[in-house]
């Protein structure tokens, strides 16, 4: 935790600890074993709540530059307001779907993967907390605002379900593929006979969109919805957010820019093959807080 605000929280932390153990150590001999578990309760209830504190400290840390120079960025002001809107016109679906085991043409079986899997060790920016709670996907929306997505360009098709993700939506009915890895889309494309499409104005509806970072990274993929003079319209879940329609290139600067079209003509078209007799329930969401409150 770093700034000012962090160094102030973990030191109350730490003197609150140090009441804690003081209770239990050296007033042992004189309490009954019942007494002496109380402190570590309040030990307990002090972890719980550390992931609160630190956010506080955090968002302290942040805000302070702007307080202290009276100005506030234009996102800031805007970014609630229009994400509470967006998020009451879209809505939440959050019982748990049925995951399934699928596979390629060539017979690559790709296992399910529910949202915890996918999210325990996510690299920065992104947080694992982020994604165990209501308010930690609404975060999400603005780090989108923030790397040059506008909501009031993206059409809702389906609430907000955070048991999968765009390539799950891409390539599997329903989601059922869950969080299905990047590292998947190459081999589906080349298992399932998948062939790039290299004029992007010339995609169909059903084409396959895929995109790609700076070091060729699969980062995002949607499907064609729309062909209109040139002008490409994408279906694609935006991580757990919902599946939203947006034009090809109006997607999070996180992605990359390198966009590509592929298309098959494999009867399924751009489904995987779901393995019979494989389906699980994905894990309830929210997942119970733990002890340490992560």
Not at 27 to 39: G, M
């Amino acid at each position: 935790m770093g700034g000012p605000g962090g160094e102030i929280i973990a030191k109350m932390l730490q003197a609150a600890g140090r009441i804690a153990d003081t209770v239990v150590y050296k007033a042992a001999p004189q309490i009954s074993k019942t007494h002496r578990e109380f402190p570590h309760e309040v030990q307990n209830h002090l972890e719980r709540v550390r992931f609160s504190e630190e956010q506080c400290g955090v968002e302290l840390d942040r805000i302070r530059p702007a307080v202290a120079t009276g100005r506030e960025t234009t996102a800031e002001h805007a970014a609630p307001d229009e994400i509470t809107a967006h998020v009451a016109r879209t809505g939440w679906a959050t019982d748990p779907i049925m995951l399934r085991a699928h596979t390629t043409d060539a017979g690559t079986v790709i296992p399910p993967r529910s949202i915890s899997e996918a999210t325990a060790n996510v690299p920065p920016p992104f947080d694992p907390r982020t994604f165990r709670s209501r308010a930690g996907l609404i975060e999400l929306f603005q780090m989108n605002i923030d790397n040059g997505v506008r909501l009031d360009r993206l059409e809702p098709l389906t609430p907000i379900n955070p048991h999968y993700n765009c390539h799950g939506y891409t390539f599997s009915r329903d989601g059922a593929a869950g969080w299905l890895g990047g590292s998947w889309v190459d081999t589906i494309l080349s298992d399932n006979g998948f062939r790039r499409i290299s004029d992007t104005g010339s995609a169909v509806p059903g084409d396959v969109v895929i995109y790609r970072n700076s070091d060729s990274v699969v980062t995002h993929s949607g499907v064609v919805a729309d062909v209109t003079s040139g002008e490409v319209s994408v279906d694609s879940k935006h991580s757990p957010l919902s599946v939203v329609r947006h034009r090809i290139h109006e997607v999070t600067e996180m992605y990359g820019s390198d966009v590509t079209v592929y298309r098959t003509d494999r009867p399924d078209g751009r489904f995987l093959t779901p393995v019979e007799n494989s389906g699980e329930p994905a894990p309830a969401w929210p997942p119970a807080p733990s002890l340490d409150g992560s």
